[in-house]
Structure formats: C-alpha cells, structure tokens
C-alpha cells in the first residue's frame, strides 16, 4: 500500500480514490476470510502435526536436503530456498489440524518447485534483486515526496517511479502461477498420502484457496495502480 499512498503528494483524483478504496476492500475481505477461515480449520484435528506433514511430503518426493524448522510469528510459514528450509510458523508445526497440514504442503510444493526447476519460479528468483533495488528506491521517492521534493511535479522522476513499479508489478504476477502451483503440488500429495482418511480435503483446498486469493488482490491492486501512475505519465505528455 505504500506505493499507492505516495499517489496522495500528488492528488486526490477520483481515479486514485476509487483505486485505493477499491484495493483496500478487497484486502480487507479476502484477509478477514483468509483469517476465519484458518482459524476454523485450526479447530479440526488431525493424527499429523504440521511438521510431520512437511517431513513426510518431501521425503515421498525424493528431497532429503531440506530441512523442516518453525519460525516465530503468525501466517510467517515460508520456503528459503538459499538454505533449503521449509519454515513453519510456531503454530503449524507443532499443530495437527486440517490448516496445518494445508500450510505445510504448501510450503512444501515450493521446496518441490526447487528441486524440480520450476521455471516460474525460477523467473521469480531472478527476479528479487531488481525487486529489491525497486523497492528500496521506491521508498527513498516517497520519502523524498514527503519532504516536499516534488517527485510527481517531476516528469523525469515520474518515468523511473513508473518503470521501477512495473518491475514490482510483474513481480506480483509472476508469483501468482508459484503460488497456485505450490497449492495444487499439496493437495495432489495430501489426497494421495496416507493422511488422506484423516482430513477434509475440501476444507484443505478452501484454505489454499483464500491464502492465493491475497496474491490476486495484490497483483491486481498493483497493476492498477501502475495503470494509474501511467495515465498520469501520458496525462503530463498531452
């Protein structure tokens, strides 16, 4: 949201507005559901702890140099693939619901998508460097807005802000096939696996389903408001 709020140096537009509101709703839902969700599944016991899930998927896929450790926070569950560790959030590991066994699987499939090539995600890890350069600059131009340095007054800086936010952008939408394919890899596994007679597979699914769902609000959020942020280029040029 922070490249949507540095729009406001330049304006309140009616189309900024709509943007901003339009985004910030979509979030809210598909959070608060996402959270309800989760928390309604966490309630479903299973006989496999979270961990346990993630040691058995990569072992029946053939991976033996990752390691399955738990990370402090919630909904922090993540894959690195610099160390070959699938990082569960305190609360997955050690628990044994239909919500645990969805997040671990999921995090799972990216070890998978690693071990494999996955060339979306292969793409995406190219890909952090110049993500990251872009958002650090990012930042440094709203700062710089904040102090009243006149970024958006500024048609050349108006050219880089747009450029190093479509690099944010695409970033976003090339995360979307890593995260539905990652989805799809666990619930493959979970309906083939032995826990299968000891959860809700629809329940698993839905779960997956609304934790994609904040990756589609991003990307789209994100590529509005690039959109905007273009109009505003060619607005200048006119």
Request: aromatic residues 12%.
């Amino acid at each position: 949201m922070t490249e949507i709020i540095a729009t406001s140096f330049y304006g309140f537009s009616p189309t900024y507005i709509i943007i901003f509101v339009a985004t910030a709703l979509a979030s809210w839902i598909v959070s608060s559901t996402l959270k309800r969700r989760f928390h309604e599944y966490s309630q479903i016991p299973i006989q496999f702890t979270g961990a346990q899930i993630a040691e058995t998927m990569l072992r029946e896929n053939g991976i033996t140099d990752v390691k399955v450790i738990h990370t402090p926070g919630k909904l922090t569950d993540h894959y690195d693939p610099t160390n070959k560790t699938v990082n569960l959030s305190e609360e997955v590991y050690a628990m044994n619901s239909i919500a645990a066994a969805a997040v671990a699987a999921h995090e799972c499939g990216h070890a998978i998508q690693h071990a494999k090539s996955y060339a979306w995600l292969t793409m995406r890890s190219k890909m952090v460097p110049a993500v990251q350069f872009a958002g650090n600059t990012l930042n440094i131009f709203l700062i710089a807005s904040i102090v009243g340095a006149g970024i958006f007054n500024t048609p050349a800086l108006l050219y880089v802000w747009v450029a190093l936010f479509a690099i944010t952008t695409l970033f976003a939408f090339v995360t979307l096939p890593v995260e539905f394919d990652a989805s799809r890899r666990a619930l493959v596994w979970l309906e083939g696996s032995r826990v299968s007679s000891s959860m809700d597979h629809d329940k698993a699914k839905n779960a997956l389903y609304w934790a994609a769902m904040t990756y589609v609000v991003a990307a789209i959020g994100s590529l509005a408001t690039l959109l905007y942020y273009v109009s505003m280029l060619f607005g200048r040029r006119d």
